[in-house]
Every structure is written in C-alpha cells, then in structure tokens.
C-alpha cells in the first residue's frame, strides 16, 4: 500500500511539474509563445512614413488629359529602394536563373523529409561539361567561335496567389483557381536601344549597356512589367531564405501609383518636382535631373542616356532619381479615370492581363519621366502608361515593402 501510495505521489509530481507554464489562470491573457517580432530593416532601401497626401497634378494640365485630377488619399508606411534597380542588382537575379538551370539539367538535387525536391546549391557547375552545351549557342549561331549563353533558356517559374479574386469568391471556392503559376523569360531585352529610335546608332549601348563594368550601377532597361513582377518574387524568396524567418510574410513589390507619388514628394505637399521647388534648374541654371533639357541637348544635365542611379541629389525621403533617368513600373492598371473610382485608403487599381487579352487591359502605370522626356513628365502628379509585355531603353523599377505595424515616426 505505501509503494502504492509512494508510486501514486510520483506520477502526481511528474504531472504538475509537466503542467508548469501551461496551466491556465482563469485570466484572458492571449497566446503565451507567439514569436517576437521588431521588424526588418532592408539593405538598400530607406523607409517611406505613412500619411496623408492630394495625390494629382500640382500645376496645370497642360495637355487637358483630365487623367489625374487631385484626390486626397492616406497611405500606410513602407521600405522601398533608395534607387532604381541597377544592372548589377538585375544581374543577380539574372545569375541566379542562369544557375538554376544549369543545376536542373545536371540533376543536382536533394530530397527533404518530406519527399520535395531542392536544387542542392552546395554543388559546383563546371561550365566546361558537355551536359551544359544546350545552355550555349551551337552551330550555325556561334559567332567566330565564341561561347556565348543562350538567353533564350533563362526561364523563371514562379507561383502567386489572386488575392482580388479570393475576396470576391465564395466561400467554397477550390484554392488551386486561385494559384497562379507563371513562366518567362527574365533577360532583359538588350535590343531596345536600336528599336526604340529609327535611324539612330545606338548598336554600342546593346552590346555593353546590360554586362559591362562601365554600366554596373546604372538603372537596368529593357525590363517590362512581368520581368519586375518575377525579379520580386525572387527577391522575396532570397530574402526568405537567408533570414529563416516564416514570420514575415510581406513580399518585395512594385509600388502601387499613390505610394510611388508620396515617396516622390519627399515629404513636400503640392511640390511640383521631387527636390520641392516649381523649377527643373537650380540657381545656377544647372539642370536637377536626367531628362531632354530645352529641343534636345541630352549632355547638358550630365548624361546623354541613363546615369548612375545615386546621380543628383536625393529627395527629403533620401531617394534618387525620382524625377528623371528612367520612368518606372508602378503595379497599378492605368484607366483615364482611375483616381475617381479607386478608394482614399491605400489607392489602387490592379489587373492581370492575360496574353490574350485586348492591349487596352494591359496598360500599367509608369511614373517619373525619363532620360528622353521633356520635364512636364518629371513632375510628381504626371501619369503616364506603357503596355505589361513591353520592354523599353527608358523604363526601370524599383522595389517597395510594406511596413508592418505602425511606427514611431509616423506622425501624420
């Protein structure tokens, strides 16, 4: 019976102390072990405080577009990237794909616990191996003997998910109608230096503009809206990766139209231009970004086509080339009167055209004017659009993060 009763106060023990830290007080004190959470801080990009703007033209419209007439909005803070992706940013994304692919082919995989398949990065490619010559021009397309890579195999596959289409659906909806999965081509298009201008000798900037070391830290072109679409998503998964972390579950974007005109504006309401004044030359008269001063006198700002993305001074926000250099993608679908139907919280119009669709629902917002533009297009209430599909030697992007929470530097 003592033994029994010694056994029986064991057992007792054992439980209590198995319960230590789980029991419950009778008190509402919410999930004990959620995980900590102090935010991210990412390279490269300075942080956009939320607020409250008239979003729109700040001068008159001298076109009469009636495309942007002012509309109060209020936004929430973001990260977004203190310049436009850069050539050398692009090419490693572009690397990456290039890698992948060779790896695919040499079947260097591993299998987790699970039974999914990873590509194992930890495996060396040797470049002269036979397996990968298909990843090289062959026959009649080498020129002079050279190895060159075949561009046309840099094939990215990703995945998203229609959040637009989920809200609307029923509650029964089948998950998969809702996953997108999507394959394409993410090398930029070198050739648009010869396509977009007739009768010009623009051969040298498709040669080098992309892979030279002369041109690494300037804005990557030839980049249409599906390409930047991807370049985040991988941006987002490298990210992921490296922290470990399954708490952030923001991803790295294209910025909606009203972020990238309230980043613009650096803090300045009713600011014509990025740098807060009404005027495209300083005191001197020295022009304050890359754009076409007076009938074409590309070299007087500095620069006959692009510049290096941190050229010229920053905004009050700490961003370059806000104005000027290349316009950029913004993630918005353009209609002429877009501003009139979207909401004042957070405002956006998006879309996801299809191959097949009509050209008129492929239009995306671009914004900041570029190297080629006349200064009406630098000015921060400017819209203007270009079609998803469309690559160009003046359009780039950069990338934005919403910000989790609210901080304390949000005073508006």
């Not at 590309?298 to 941190?310: H, L, P, Q, R, S």
């Not at 993608?329 to 055209?353: C, K, M, R, V």
Request: glycine share 8%.
């Amino acid at each position: 019976m003592k033994k029994a009763i010694i056994s029986l106060g064991v057992i007792m023990f054992i439980l209590l102390l198995s319960s230590c830290g789980k029991r419950e007080t009778g008190q509402l004190t919410g999930v004990q072990d959620r995980p900590k959470w102090k935010g991210i801080n990412p390279y490269g990009m300075v942080y956009i405080p939320s607020g409250y703007m008239q979003m729109g033209q700040d001068d008159n419209d001298m076109f009469h577009q009636y495309i942007k007439r002012p509309k109060a909005v209020s936004l929430n803070g973001f990260y977004m990237d203190d310049t436009e992706i850069t050539n050398n940013e692009y090419r490693q994304f572009v690397n990456y794909v290039r890698d992948s692919v060779a790896h695919t082919i040499m079947g260097d995989f591993y299998e987790d616990d699970y039974g999914n398949e990873y590509i194992d990065w930890d495996m060396e490619l040797d470049w002269s191996d036979e397996g990968l010559d298909e990843m090289f021009y062959q026959g009649d397309m080498v020129i002079n003997g050279k190895k060159e890579l075949d561009t046309r195999k840099l094939i990215y596959q990703y995945q998203w998910i229609d959040w637009q289409k989920a809200a609307h659906q029923s509650s029964d909806v089948v998950r998969s109608s809702l996953i997108h999965k999507e394959k394409i081509n993410i090398f930029p298009d070198t050739l648009v230096w010869i396509r977009d201008f007739a009768y010009s000798y623009n051969e040298p900037f498709t040669r080098n503009y992309f892979w030279h070391p002369a041109y690494d830290d300037y804005p990557v072109v030839g980049v249409n809206w599906n390409m930047a679409k991807a370049f985040n998503y991988w941006r987002t998964k490298l990210w992921d990766n490296f922290s470990g972390s399954e708490v952030n579950t923001e991803e790295f974007r294209l910025p909606i139209e009203a972020e990238w005109e309230w980043a613009a504006r650096g803090g300045h309401e009713r600011a014509a231009y990025p740098w807060g004044s009404y005027y495209v030359r300083n005191a001197k008269g020295c022009p304050l970004a890359n754009f076409k001063p007076g009938r074409g006198n590309y070299g007087e700002d500095g620069g006959m086509i692009t510049v290096k993305a941190d050229a010229y001074f920053p905004n009050d926000y700490g961003l370059y080339n806000m104005a000027g250099n290349v316009a950029e993608w913004t993630s918005t679908a353009f209609y002429n009167y877009g501003y009139q139907t979207e909401h004042d919280l957070n405002p956006n119009i998006a879309y996801n055209a299809s191959e097949n669709e009509p050209l008129a629902l492929k239009r995306k917002v671009i914004r900041g004017g570029s190297w080629k533009d006349v200064y009406y297009y630098l000015q921060n209430g400017t819209r203007d659009y270009e079609f998803q599909d469309t690559t160009k030697s003046y359009i780039g992007f950069r990338s934005v993060l919403t910000f989790l929470g609210r901080s304390i530097n949000d005073f508006n």
